[in-house]
């Protein structure tokens, strides 16, 4: 499928490249060493000992990223896959194949390093404990990446959504330590901090990614202009990314108040990304309603036990503090939110199609909605899928994602339609892969009847694609009683139906009425718990061939365990 560009697009990004051209040869300079005027708000992300117990590991260059540790020794090759074994030189950052795993290695392993969330963890432990040791690691990590990584040089600034997410750290760690810096370090790192905003400012991916990456840059952008004033161009910065935050916020939020991308995980990033602009700017009166909204939609299908369900990519990283459990990220979102929540409910979110069902400690989640804005880059081959819950007991899960490009077949099959509580149709997902971050052929989906009451709970949704439709009905009968009924109608001859579920333990399985019509396989499965890193799970399929229409009947047992 080939893009085709508008006249206004093919201008703009000339003139960016014109400008990039420019800096690359003669970077920008800053002239006055400037300090930020704003305070910043505490970053309360954890306990005082496991801050310095993080420390102490981050100290001895063992890195927690993602769902993997990484021992990088003593000097750190900050452009280095250590995982594949991969590095990349610094060549100008538009000739760098981040996508490429053959040349460059897994770019997000590179970059979440690269991120330096980890620094602010040192400093936070420096006004913990008072240890110089944590002081003086930022510093030689800091010289050693100045070093390693000339501006606009290299994989580390192929990303502007990274240059973003480094700058915030940077701000983090000026704003706890800074004026412990020594003079003439305080003017280098001041000076990097400059060419961070510059490059922000000319490469803001309005074209490329106008979804978080053009929200997250933006929110970088304004928090340089805003808290260090003294920059050149500061009030350009804090016009710019201020509007293009608010604009964003119109843009990406649904009226329901799920993040466009239909992912649950990515919904956390904007929701953050949002949260932090409102501490700097006073927000308007629309802008708190959104955030309001936003914060609801998560409570909702956090549940009680607040813990998120994956639907859609989740890629492991967080605007803040990424590390502990990811399916709780959330919880300090909801923490910080200074907003009132009403009842847990049952309800469906109508825009984005998710519906969430809820009885006493039971929760379910169900995927009603469609694929994601454009090519769908986050978004799964899970339509009709839902995860269940019981207090603390997960009985139907989402596998997670597990990668983006270091292996193609594994990214194809966590995203596809049979690590999903769902059907799949003669093998086929419900949408044909383009590329890791694509979609064509998206199914069309429809929300056909909702209701929830005191006794019972009942959505109706069907998808269509390929010329079939999956019918599916979910009824919870308040307090103990989930049925599914799926029905596929298609084209006539026989076709291959499989009906998946992706269990949270052994003893799920106890809790799973299949069909009797079909045969039924028990099988040892994948699933992530945080990009990198996965495990085998069990999981059922049903699977039955023959001419359709064909019909199947689940029931889950939500009572006491037996």
């Known amino acids: 499928m080939k893009l085709r560009r508008s006249p206004r697009e093919i201008a703009d990004r000339s003139l960016q490249e014109f400008r990039n051209l420019a800096m690359l040869y003669r970077p920008p300079v800053l002239k006055l060493v400037a300090a930020p ?12 000992s496991d801050v310095s117990d993080l420390a102490k590991q981050i100290r001895a260059h063992q890195f927690p990223i993602l769902g993997l540790t990484i021992d990088t020794g003593p000097d750190i090759a900050w ?17 760098i194949p981040y996508l490429d795993f053959q040349r460059v290695g897994d770019h997000k392993l590179i970059w ?10 040192l400093a936070q432990a420096f006004l913990i404990d008072g240890d110089q040791g944590n002081l003086s690691e930022i510093l030689d990590q800091l010289e050693s990446w100045f070093s390693a990584n000339p501006f ?38 001041l000076q990097q901090l400059y060419l961070h905003g510059c490059h922000l400012e000319n490469n803001l991916s309005f074209y490329f990614s106008p979804n978080t990456h053009l929200l997250g840059e933006s929110v970088a952008l304004h928090a340089l202009g805003k808290l260090f004033p003294t920059f050149p161009r500061s009030r350009q910065w804090v016009e710019l990314g201020g509007r293009v935050v608010r604009e964003q916020m119109d ?61 859609g990519d989740d890629d492991g990283g967080r605007f803040f503090h990424p590390y502990g459990p990811r399916d709780e990220f959330g919880r300090r979102s909801l923490d910080e939110a200074s907003y009132p929540f009403p009842p847990l409910r049952s309800q469906l979110f109508r825009k984005s199609g998710l519906a969430v069902m809820i009885s006493g400690d039971v929760h ?50 966590f995203r596809g339609s049979a690590a999903h509580n769902t059907i799949r149709i003669d093998g086929r997902d419900q949408a044909i892969p383009a590329g890791p971050f694509g979609w064509i052929d998206q199914p069309e989906v429809t929300v056909e009847e909702w209701r929830a009451d005191a006794e019972e709970d009942f959505l109706a949704a069907h998808c269509l694609y390929a010329g079939f439709t999956h019918r599916r009905t979910i009824r919870f009968l308040k307090p103990d009683r989930l049925v599914v009924e799926d029905q ?12 998946f579920w992706h269990l949270g333990s052994e003893s799920a399985r106890q809790r799973i009425i299949v069909d009797p019509l079909g045969e039924v396989l028990e099988f040892s499965s994948c699933a992530s718990s945080a990009f990198g890193e996965k495990h085998p799970s069990p999981a059922i399929r049903l699977s039955r061939r023959g001419p359709l229409p064909q019909r199947f009947t689940t029931t889950i047992n939500l009572g006491p365990s037996q």
């Open 79 to 95: 452009r280095r896959d250590y995982v594949h074994g991969k590095e990349s030189g610094t060549d100008y950052f538009r000739l």
């Open 488 to 499: 596929i109608e298609g084209p006539p001859g026989n076709h291959d139906i499989e009906q």
């Open 37 to 48: 005027v704003s305070p910043l708000p505490g970053l309360g992300t954890a306990s005082a």
């Open 251 to 311: 843009a990406q939020v649904r009226g329901d108040g799920a993040h466009f991308e239909q992912s649950t995980y990515y919904h956390i990033y904007a929701l953050d990304m949002f949260r932090f602009h409102a501490l700097l700017e006073e927000p308007s009166e629309r802008y708190r309603i959104a955030l309001q909204c936003m914060a609801e939609f998560l409570l909702a299908i956090m549940g009680s036990a607040r813990r998120l369900p994956f639907f």
């Open 364 to 413: 379910v989640v169900i995927d009603g909605g469609p694929f994601g804005p454009w090519g769908s880059g986050h978004s799964h081959s899970d339509t009709l899928s839902l995860i269940v819950r019981k207090g603390d007991e997960d009985i139907l899960i989402d596998p997670g994602t597990y990668t983006y490009v270091a292996d193609p077949k594994e990214r194809d099959w």
């Open 112 to 121: 979440e390093l690269n991120r330096h969330q980890h620094l602010v963890v």
């Open 152 to 189: 606009q040089r290299g994989i580390n600034w192929a990303s502007a959504l990274e240059v973003a997410f480094r700058a915030v750290s940077w701000i983090w760690i000026f704003h706890l330590v800074g004026d412990r810096f020594a003079v003439d370090f305080r003017a280098r790192f």
